[in-house]
């Protein structure tokens, strides 16, 4: 029998080369608790049993032969993989521990409670294979762990456990999968002092994008009591997004995103009957409130990017927050699997030409689209009747669906997050899903038709009926270099991480209206006047919507510049043109509260719009509130990249009022290096362009409204649709005059119009104009990077 040393570890003497010996979780609490106390990563206290004390348990009883003569039998097809798992967890509980393993962990036990000042410390007991958190194979929830843990006969009940769920099911299916030999693999277990998350909260933490692999960004996962409902995807829990380089300079609001879960849940410390913990309901205070702070989730952001320095890796890590002290701890940390390894230099794009409708969305995993036929399975116990190939529905996931998930085509869910164990294992199978729908579970049926699609941003939706895909695959590092700058066109912050990989020049334009209708929400005039408001239902909803905000001003510019923030991070240091808001009076009608303040018009499509609105007593107010975004985005976030765009200004004169007010609400022209554009969408702007480039530091070409002014043709015309064209000789007339005049006063010029992601060809014309960059839609960068190429190569550029 081996020594009492052997058998039991504390977590200070272990580092990440022990992984042979306490598996890769509880090498890891090792590794921090050595080397990261001192950065301010705090990991709660203790101990772990050994590798070799597995092996000596399995040894004292002879199970290891039973072990292996059992999975013999299943892979012989001679046992189902319900009895063989069944089998080998019942060997295990029922065997007597080895006297010196009992004594050695009851004997750490106390010590660790000693240490804590508690009879009967509470502990985690948790799981830690030998081959487990590895660069390839995560085995996330493979095995188990049980919380507040009292007492040294429920702790020796509880490691034996966690001996016996190595042969999970879900392990054993694991195992096969990954191609591990079961009788190589051993189990640690480890015992720590429980934090009191089950007072503060808890949840996951990713260094990198999930489902981009962006890697400038921290996401967080939060909700109310122990972590588990967020591991295991039982909650829709809060989620944050933190910007990397700006926690790294340590000034300003890095936090790109908070978003509230409905967290309907938490699990608790049971003070009756013989559970340890219990999962209750949570207060309507607590779903409507955030679990973290805005200085505890940038805390926790630097802790994480701290572990991925140390480590050199992107990580998946598991904190929880001690309600009593206010104190955030890791308790896990391991590699992420996925986006980590991804082949980063190939972009494969889906495009859906043709759908049905739309049943229901949630949180995106993947980015692929795929259509099959529903099978709708509600219990675990069930999962014998999926059909292979169908798109597996269920309210929600634990590790012991595994089996079924690799068999599935893609999976819907009711509840769960971004970082939920149904997510990271969709990822690690490859398998696109949509989870956190809420209802799929009642709008959905058994062999109903539908498809799955995860490629329009960070909202997944399942559509009615097989849908029409286009899918496209393009090796990045076969992309030419270009003197001409190519820029992509971004207004979906939800969207915009997944275009990161692109090689481009930075976003040429961003359109703020998009933020503001589908996040913000409200037209700016009735939260400036909401007092004056007379829309009962509206002031209802703006009411609940700035719930929590000082002032329902700070709700607009808060909302607005961190959905900005988002596109801004994507490409940053390099430039991205914001275009103020553009909404004409009839879309400005449909924000909450809009219709009071906006007046009719017979053609919003040259009324009320762009700098005519800026500096009208009309909107003044609210064009304040756009430049207190823009000022925040660059000032308090740091995204000095950021460059205003005005647009519509139909003279030089409306350009020194639309200015003035800028200045006024603290974006001056030069300071701090902000620019400030226009767009050029109006023959006057390209008429009298010299004197628009006194007031801006540069163009850019919007060739619908052009196109749309100097032909006199309505763009949204079917009847004049053949005489809607950029290429018509009087507006190549216009583009060329505005580029060389443009020029001549030393002010840059690009094109963000619609013509070239059309038709890429038109490109060409643009670069023998002498453009300096060309901004287009994601999805048609690629080919006008290449037609950019070709034409620079023949007029020798």
């Known amino acids: ?107 750490n036990y106390a010590k660790l409670a000693a240490r804590a000042g508690v009879a009967d410390l509470p502990v985690a007991v948790r799981s830690s294979a030998t081959a487990e958190d590895l660069p390839d194979a995560s085995f996330a929830g493979q095995q188990e762990s049980f919380l507040n843990i009292r007492g040294k006969d429920a702790l020796l009940a509880a490691c034996k456990r966690c001996f016996a769920s190595l042969y999970t099911d879900r392990a054993i299916t694991y195992r096969n999968l990954k191609g591990f030999e079961h009788g190589k693999v ?84 049971a003070t009756r009957g013989e559970a340890v913990t219990r999962d209750v309901p949570t207060s309507r205070a607590e779903r409507r409130r955030f679990v973290l702070g805005d200085a505890e989730i940038v805390e926790l952001a630097r802790c994480g990017m701290t572990i991925e320095r140390h480590y050199g890796q992107p990580m998946d890590i598991e904190w929880a927050k001690d309600g009593e002290t206010g104190e955030i701890f890791i308790v896990q940390a391991r590699p992420e699997t996925v986006q980590s390894r991804a082949v980063q230099g190939t972009l494969r794009s889906y495009r859906i030409t043709s759908k049905g409708a739309r049943l229901l969305d949630g949180l995106s995993i993947g980015d692929a689209v795929v259509s099959g036929h529903v099978c709708l399975i509600e219990r675990a116990a069930d999962i014998g009747r999926f059909v292979d190939g169908s798109v597996l529905v269920t309210s929600t996931t634990d590790p012991d669906w595994v089996p079924v998930m690799k068999r599935a085509r893609a999976l819907v869910t009711d509840h769960g997050g971004r970082t939920s164990h149904a997510a990271i294992v969709s990822r690690e199978l490859g398998l696109p899903a949509i989870v956190g729908t809420g209802h799929a579970t009642e709008i959905l049926h058994d062999e109903q038709e539908v498809t799955v699609s995860c490629a329009e941003g960070e909202q997944g939706f399942v559509y009615e009926g097989t849908a029409e895909v286009e899918v496209t695959e393009t090796t990045l590092a076969e992309l030419p270099q270009t003197r001409t700058k190519v820029m992509v066109n971004l207004a979906n912050p939800a969207a915009a991480f997944r275009w990161w990989r692109l090689p481009a020049d930075g976003v040429g334009l961003a359109r703020m209206e998009f933020v503001v209708s589908n996040a913000v929400k409200v037209h700016p005039m009735a939260l400036v006047r909401f007092d004056e408001l007379t829309d009962g239902a509206a002031r209802n909803e703006i009411a609940a919507l700035t719930a929590g905000h000082a002032n329902r001003a700070d709700y607009f510019v808060e909302t607005l510049a961190r959905g900005l923030s988002r596109i801004a991070s994507v490409y940053h240091p390099q430039p991205v043109i914001i275009r103020m808001s553009d909404f004409k009076t009839n879309e400005y009608a449909n924000l909450l509260g809009g219709r009071q303040f906006e007046p009719d018009e017979e053609n919003p499509m040259i009324g009320f719009r762009g700098a005519s609105r800026y500096y009208s007593d009309a909107y003044r107010d609210g064009f304040a509130l756009e430049c207190q975004a823009i000022r925040h985005l660059r000032e308090a976030m740091g995204f000095r990249n950021v460059v205003a765009m005005i647009p519509f200004c139909r003279t030089p004169g409306e350009a020194e ?28 702007n390209v008429i009298l362009a010299d004197e628009f480039a006194r007031h801006f530091d540069g163009f850019s070409i919007g060739s619908n409204d052009l196109t749309q002014l100097t032909l006199g043709v309505d763009r949204d015309s079917e009847r004049l649709a053949s005489l809607f064209d950029e290429r018509d000789p009087a507006v190549q007339w216009m583009i060329r ?50 037609h950019v190429a070709a034409a620079e190569r023949e007029l020798g550029r």
């Open 186 to 269: 051993a189990l640690s277990v480890g015992i720590q002092q429980m934090v009191r998350s089950d007072i503060g909260g808890a949840g996951v933490m990713f260094t990198i994008d999930t489902e981009s692999g962006f890697d400038k960004v921290v996401l967080i996962n939060a909700a109310w009591g122990l972590g588990e409902n967020v591991v295991q995807g039982a909650v829709d829990p809060d989620e944050y997004q933190v910007f990397k380089p700006a926690l790294a300079d340590g000034a300003g609001d890095p936090i790109l995103a908070k978003m509230l879960g409905a967290k309907e849940s938490k699990i608790i410390y």
């Open 657 to 684: 009022q639309v200015l003035a007010v800028m200045a006024e609400n603290g974006l001056k022209r030069g300071a701090e290096g902000l620019e400030i554009y226009v767009m050029c969408e109006i023959p006057s």
């Open 1 to 107: 029998m081996p020594s009492t040393a052997a058998n039991v570890i504390w977590f200070e003497d272990l580092g990440r080369g022990d992984v042979g010996r306490v598996g890769g979780k509880n090498a890891s609490l090792g590794e921090m608790i050595a080397r990261l106390g001192q950065a301010g990563v705090r990991v709660p206290p203790g101990f772990a049993t050994t590798a070799d004390a597995f092996r000596a348990f399995l040894a004292a009883h002879g199970l290891g032969t039973r072990i292996a003569g059992t999975l013999a039998a299943f892979d012989a097809g001679k046992l189902s993989l319900d009895e063989t798992g069944r089998t080998v967890r019942k060997m295990i509980v029922a065997a007597d521990w080895p006297e010196d393993l009992r004594q050695a962990i009851v004997e």
């Open 737 to 786: 005059t505005v580029i060389e005049r443009a020029h001549e006063a030393g002010v840059k010029v690009g094109f963000c119009g619609q013509a070239p992601s059309n038709d890429p060809g038109f490109a060409r014309l643009l670069v023998e104009h002498g453009i300096d960059s060309i901004s287009v839609t994601p999805d048609s960068f690629l080919a006008v990077k290449q």
